[in-house]
């Protein structure tokens, strides 16, 4: 045990103590104040507190000062002293005195990683695989590329509203913080526990097994792919997206525009191949281009659906609002380039699949972009195999990095465990949220099916936007004054919100089935966690003492919300 004396520097001295704040506080906190009243009090963050020594049994631990060490740390704890205030305002952080920052996630990503963040997320294994789906619900050649531009004016049109959400709500989050800023706890909610639990993992399962089926295919020439072979290199590509977006932001928006450049090169050569094609007079199959074509309501919401699966990430760049660089400009000029420069390179991808396959060759194709290769560039077919494993792994990164901030936000908010809030102290990553995103991905690569994930995936996510697309509404006409530095026509967030309605349902009308209503349960059992967890804050005690264990073993502490 130490000697006393080092704790006092005279007799005369009196002793201070630190004060512990109650165990709800959001932060720890040490009040020291001089026992004999006199002096200023001082507030330490938990993050500039010592390690703290041995206290007595049963009691709250306690840090013990002499006057001359308090002298020695004087200006520390200055530096430290801030306000409390209420975390009610969606617009109110806290402030510290003489500048000391707070934790909190980097502004890293300006308008190249932005427009790289959206392309890149958008062109990953749909424009690969979805073209044979679009044909076959479309039936002609014409109608599906129309169907494919179609899908992009949408995307376009909901991403110049969301731009607009984006520089009236600047948080990060998406569709769950204008859900809760606009609608309340409740809606907000259950989007954060369907899009956590469900929707983002199956997304990031779906498109890293489908880098999977092309990253082994060429081990396994003449035969498919064994299923177990398939899984596990999907797993490794989350495990290793799980590592680079821990480490560092700039690191994985690295990743991601590197991946974009070469994906953007694919594309290009499918499209020179195309175009040749077509120059030497391979146009049958746009002869008699819509005979075929099939107009049923549910038909079309079908191959909405698997069209809209390739331009999934028109919105990534709202989940990350805090970290842009300049948002009322970055946010609607990335949109501006990057869905109008992904549509006009999927019509042209697609034309070159019609000039150089028949309809029914596309159909009977179970990976389009080699089929075109085996045909167009015979013994070069396998950059083909490499160009699309490339391009998924690049979505797979961009998909990872946006839904690991919608759980970290929703825990933030307090929807989700006060762990998946936290941020590295030093990558200053969220990575506990990272972390959970990952497991739960991993679980949905177990049961996966590409087609099956993509219908229901899009179900959910479409009854969402729905919601959020009408909030802008809302704001729009309840409250027109409310600064914002981009504003879109209205007319364009109506046509997005009869296309949602639509897009909800068509299917269950036309084609209802069993699957959409566990889907509907799903969501609706997300009732039964809101109120005893949310509502009426009922938290078992051992989840305290688990956050504080995996604090210290992952090195995460609380952040603030960074609003400009």
Same mark, same amino acid.
């Given at each position: 045990?130490?000697?006393?004396?080092?704790?006092?520097?005279?007799?005369?001295?009196?002793?201070?103590?630190?004060?512990v704040?109650p165990?709800d506080s959001?932060s720890?906190?040490?009040t020291?104040? +001089?026992?004999?009243?006199?002096g200023?009090?001082i507030?330490?963050?938990n993050q500039?507190?010592?390690?703290?020594?041995s206290?007595?049994?049963?009691?709250?631990?306690?840090?013990?000062y002499?006057?001359?060490q308090?002298?020695?740390?004087?200006?520390?704890?200055?530096?430290?002293?801030?306000?409390?205030?209420?975390?009610?305002s969606?617009h109110?952080s806290?402030?510290?005195?003489?500048?000391?920052?707070k934790?909190?996630?980097?502004?890293?990503?300006?308008?190249?990683?932005?427009?790289?963040?959206?392309?890149?997320?958008?062109?990953?294994?749909g424009?690969?695989?979805? +073209?044979?789906?679009?044909?076959?619900?479309?039936?002609?050649?014409?109608?599906s590329?129309?169907?494919?531009?179609a899908?992009?004016?949408?995307?376009?049109?909901g991403?110049l509203?969301?731009a607009?959400?984006?520089?009236?709500?600047?948080?990060?989050?998406?569709?769950y913080?204008?859900?809760?800023?606009?609608?309340?706890?409740?809606?907000?909610f259950?989007?954060?526990?369907?899009?956590?639990?469900?929707?983002r993992p199956?997304a990031?399962?779906?498109?890293?097994?489908?880098?999977?089926?092309y990253a082994?295919?060429?081990?396994y020439?003449?035969?498919?792919?064994?299923?177990v072979?398939?899984?596990c290199?999907?797993?490794?590509?989350i495990?290793?997206?799980t590592?680079i977006?821990?480490?560092n932001?700039?690191?994985?928006?690295s990743?991601?525009n590197?991946?974009?450049?070469?994906?953007?090169?694919?594309?290009?050569?499918i499209?020179?191949?195309?175009?040749?094609l077509?120059?030497?007079?391979?146009t049958?199959s746009?002869?008699n281009a819509f005979?075929?074509?099939?107009?049923?309501?549910?038909t079309i919401?079908?191959?909405?659906?698997?069209?809209?699966?390739?331009?999934?990430g028109?919105?990534?760049?709202?989940?990350?609002?805090?970290?842009?660089?300049?948002?009322?400009?970055t946010?609607?000029?990335?949109?501006?380039?990057?869905?109008?420069l992904?549509t006009?390179?999927?019509?042209?991808?697609?034309?070159?699949?019609?000039?150089?396959?028949a309809p029914?060759?596309?159909l009977?194709?179970?990976?389009v972009a080699?089929?075109?290769?085996?045909k167009?560039?015979?013994?070069?077919a396998?950059?083909?195999?490499?160009?699309?494993?490339?391009?998924?792994f690049?979505?797979?990164?961009?998909?990872?990095f946006?839904g690991?901030?919608?759980c970290y936000?929703?825990?933030?908010?307090?929807h989700?465990?006060d762990?998946?809030s936290?941020?590295?102290?030093?990558?200053?990553?969220?990575?506990?949220?990272?972390?959970?995103?990952s497991?739960?991905?991993?679980?949905?690569?177990?049961?996966?099916?590409?087609t099956?994930i993509?219908?229901?995936?899009?179900?959910?996510?479409?009854?969402?936007y729905?919601?959020?697309?009408s909030?802008?509404?809302?704001?729009?006409?309840?409250?027109?004054?409310? +600064?914002r530095?981009?504003?879109?026509?209205?007319?364009?967030?109506i046509?997005?919100?009869?296309?949602?309605?639509?897009?909800?349902?068509?299917?269950?009308?036309?084609q209802?089935?069993?699957?959409?209503?566990?889907?509907?349960l799903?969501?609706?059992?997300?009732?039964?966690?809101?109120?005893p967890?949310?509502?009426?804050?009922?938290?078992?005690?051992?989840l305290q003492?688990?956050t504080l264990?995996?604090?210290?073993?992952?090195?995460?502490?609380p952040?603030?919300r960074d609003?400009?």
């Open positions: 045990m130490q000697n006393k004396s080092q704790y006092f520097s005279s007799a005369a001295a009196e002793p201070e103590c630190a004060e704040l165990s959001s720890l906190e040490l020291i104040r +001089p026992l004999g009243g006199s200023e009090q507030v330490l963050k500039d507190l010592p390690c703290p020594g206290a007595e049994e049963g009691s709250n631990p306690v840090f013990w002499s006057s001359q308090k002298a020695d740390r004087d200006h520390q704890g200055r530096s430290t002293m801030r306000r409390r205030q209420t975390a009610d969606p109110e806290t402030d510290l005195s003489e500048g000391k920052e934790l909190r996630l980097k502004q890293e990503v300006g308008l190249i990683s932005g427009v790289s963040l959206i392309a890149g997320t958008m062109i990953g294994s424009i690969f695989m979805s +073209p044979e789906w679009v044909l076959h619900h479309m039936g002609s050649p014409a109608s590329l129309l169907m494919w531009a899908c992009g004016l949408l995307a376009m049109f991403a509203s969301y607009e959400l984006g520089t009236v709500i600047k948080e990060s989050g998406g569709e913080i204008y859900i809760l800023r606009i609608f309340g706890s409740f809606p907000a259950l989007f954060a526990y369907t899009s956590v639990i469900l929707v199956a990031l399962a779906a498109v890293c097994l489908s880098f999977a089926e082994v295919a060429p081990f020439p003449g035969c498919s792919s064994p299923q072979v398939i899984k290199t999907a797993a490794a590509c495990l290793v997206l590592i977006n821990c480490l932001v700039r690191l994985a928006m990743v991601m590197v991946f974009t450049a070469a994906k953007l090169l694919a594309l290009l050569v499209v020179v191949g195309g175009l040749v077509l120059a030497k007079g391979q049958q746009f002869q005979q075929g074509t099939n107009a049923g309501i549910g919401g079908v191959a909405f659906y698997q069209g809209l699966w390739s331009y999934d028109w919105n990534n760049l709202n989940y990350v609002t805090e970290e842009l660089k300049n948002p009322e400009v946010l609607p000029r990335a949109v501006m380039i990057a869905i109008p992904v006009c390179l999927y019509l042209l991808v697609n034309i070159s699949y019609f000039a150089a396959m029914s060759e596309l009977t194709s179970g990976a080699v089929t075109w290769g085996n167009v560039l015979a013994n070069w396998w950059l083909i195999s490499l160009s699309v494993a490339l391009s998924t690049g979505s797979s990164n961009g998909t990872f946006s690991g901030r919608v936000i929703a825990a933030r908010e307090g989700m465990p762990i998946l936290m941020a590295h102290v030093r990558c200053l990553t969220p990575s506990p949220a990272l972390l959970f995103t497991a739960m991905s991993l679980i949905m690569i177990i049961p996966g099916n590409f099956s993509v219908t229901y995936f899009s179900f959910i996510t479409w009854i969402f729905g919601m959020t697309i909030g802008l509404l809302y704001l729009k006409i309840k409250k027109p004054d409310l +600064p530095s981009y504003k879109v026509p209205i007319v364009i967030p046509i997005v919100l009869i296309a949602a309605v639509y897009l909800v349902l068509a299917p269950i009308i036309d209802p089935q069993i699957e959409i209503l566990y889907v509907v799903f969501i609706c059992s997300g009732i039964v966690l809101y109120f967890l949310v509502r009426f804050k009922w938290h078992p005690h051992f003492t688990v264990h995996l604090q210290q073993f992952l090195e995460v502490a952040t603030s609003v400009n």
